[in-house]
């Protein structure tokens, strides 16, 4: 009807996106209410770019080779799937030194960052042919001497088994079939810092161990805000207008056993 008025149960928290469970109180001209059980979605309105900050990692090529601007992101691990990475312009790899270059990220949703990182040209190693009976340099051979895994930190509940992975920020720069493990569990008994160390173990055997750092967080307090919250939510039922509609049955059925009383009377007086 005309004059029927809105407002919500409780404030909707719009503080963080999702769906949030609210309800609504409708009040009709004549005084009555419903109550009306609804959801809010709640979006973040940022762009990828906004939302994620890709950092630079030097990488080293040989002369003539091209570099991967994919490899020149340190966090790729950490951007969303579906992210693409190129280079503003070709790196110039005919002479060796360090060159400038920018990558230029490009998100799911089509924003974009510019990241400034910097390729390192050198000259493959050579034997040298003045020095007879010596062994030429050693190369990097192994997955080991290759790749360089990042530490991240991760936080975890306090109980809760924290992935070894979720510590490394590059799992998208190393191969395939890359394992990790932490070389010691974390103690995630008592809140805090804990100090840790992942073992990262590469294709060809050869092995990384990176230290970490895995914060523990005392979730004790939140879980008994959330019980004491569905307590007081299981004392408040929500009010459907079924309350109302009762009340006037009640009403009703008085006033027809009044009347039948009424009617007796008067046969029991004639």
Do not use: W
């Not at 029927?4 to 009040?27: I, L």
């Not at 959801?39 to 762009?47: A, E, H, L």
């Amino acid at each position: 009807p005309d004059g029927t008025k809105f407002e919500y149960k409780t404030p909707v928290d719009t503080t963080t996106p999702g769906d949030k469970d609210a309800t609504v109180v409708v009040t009709y001209p004549d005084g009555s209410k419903d109550e009306v059980p609804v959801k809010v979605t709640v979006t973040d309105p940022r762009t990828d770019a906004d939302k994620n900050t890709p950092t630079p990692k030097e990488q080293s090529v040989n002369v003539g080779e091209t570099p991967d601007p994919k490899k020149s992101i340190g966090n790729v691990g950490d951007l969303p799937d579906g992210t693409k990475f190129e280079y503003k312009t070709p790196v110039d790899t005919t002479t060796p030194g360090d060159k400038d270059a920018t990558v230029v990220v490009t998100y799911p949703d089509g924003s974009k960052d510019e990241v400034p990182v910097t390729v390192k040209v050198v000259t493959p190693n050579m034997p040298a042919p003045s020095t007879p009976n010596m062994p030429a340099p050693a190369t990097p051979s192994t997955d080991a001497d290759k790749n360089t895994p990042v530490a991240k930190d991760q936080t975890v509940n306090k109980g809760e088994t924290p992935n070894a992975k979720d510590s490394i920020g590059n799992v998208g720069d190393l191969p395939n079939g890359t394992k990790f493990e932490y070389k010691t569990p974390v103690d995630t008994t008592t809140p805090g810092v804990k100090d840790a160390t992942v073992v990262v173990t590469y294709p060809d055997g050869s092995m990384d161990e990176v230290p970490v750092k895995v914060t523990v967080a005392d979730n004790s307090a939140q879980a008994s805000d959330s019980t004491s919250a569905k307590k007081e939510e299981a004392k408040e039922l929500p009010n459907t207008g079924t309350e109302a509609h009762a009340g006037l049955a009640t009403l009703g059925l008085l006033g027809a056993l009044s009347g039948f009383g009424l009617l007796s009377r008067k046969k029991k007086e004639d």
